[in-house]
Structures are given as C-alpha cells and as structure tokens.
C-alpha cells in the first residue's frame, strides 16, 4: 500500500513564495498520477493542481494558474507544488493525493473521488 507525506509548508508573507513536497513509499501503482487540493477553515476540500503520470500533462484551478507549478520525479517518488505571488486566500491545509493512471495521454481529473490515496496534509499560512 502506498504512503504520501506532505512537506514544505508554514507561514509566508503575501507575495511569497512555498514549494510544497510530497513523497510516496511503499508499494506505489504504476503508472500513478498526483493531484494536490486544498481545505481553507470551513470551506470544502478544492483542486489546486494535477499531473498525469510522466509529468507531461498538467491541469490547474483558475485561481491559481499562473502562480503555482506542479510537477513530479518519478526516480525519487516525489511531486511538488511550487507556489509563487502567494496571497491571504491561499492559506489552507494541502494535501497530495495519488490515484492510477488509467487515461495516460488524457487531461488529469480534478475531482478529488478520482484519487483513493492521500497524505495527511501541510499547513500554508499566507499573512497579509
């Protein structure tokens, strides 16, 4: 079974930047995409940004196109989020999440159901 540990957050200035990791262990599928989303305080989980499974393919929200870069290394089991022109409404818990890869040269899925396997999560605080 597959693991996902989040790394990389804590607390930034307004227009800062964070680069978010996240590393797999255990027994991974292959091929596998990842997806990041994020949870705000009383607000629901919300897609930040995927990757199909060799890194060629990327989807992100509109909220955060532009700013933020997704991309993975699969020699090292490991995806990241770079995060840039951070803002207050960026600070939330994000989490990596992994699934199959079932349509490789397709659009990766932004609805978090698509994704079975989850991290627990790291804290980005964004101050004004």
């Known amino acids: 079974q597959v693991q996902l540990v989040e790394s990389g957050g804590g607390l930034v200035q307004s227009g800062g930047s964070l680069r978010l990791s996240c590393t797999a262990s255990?027994?991974?599928?292959?091929?596998?995409?990842l997806g990041w989303f994020r949870q705000a305080p009383g607000k629901e989980r919300q897609f930040v940004a995927a990757?199909?499974?060799?890194?060629?393919?990327?989807t992100y929200a509109d909220s955060v196109k532009g700013r933020f870069t997704i991309s993975r290394d699969n020699a090292k089991k490991t995806g990241h989020l770079q995060m840039t022109s951070l803002r207050p409404d960026d600070t939330a818990v994000y989490y990596c999440?992994?699934?199959?890869?079932?349509?490789?040269?397709?659009?990766?899925?932004?609805?978090?159901?698509?994704?079975?396997?989850w991290g627990q999560g790291t804290q980005v605080t964004v101050s004004s």
């Open positions: 999440a992994a699934r199959v890869e079932t349509n490789p040269l397709g659009t990766p899925p932004r609805d978090s159901r698509a994704y079975p396997t």
């Open positions: 255990g027994r991974t599928p292959s091929p596998y995409g």
């Open positions: 990757v199909n499974w060799n890194g060629a393919i990327t």
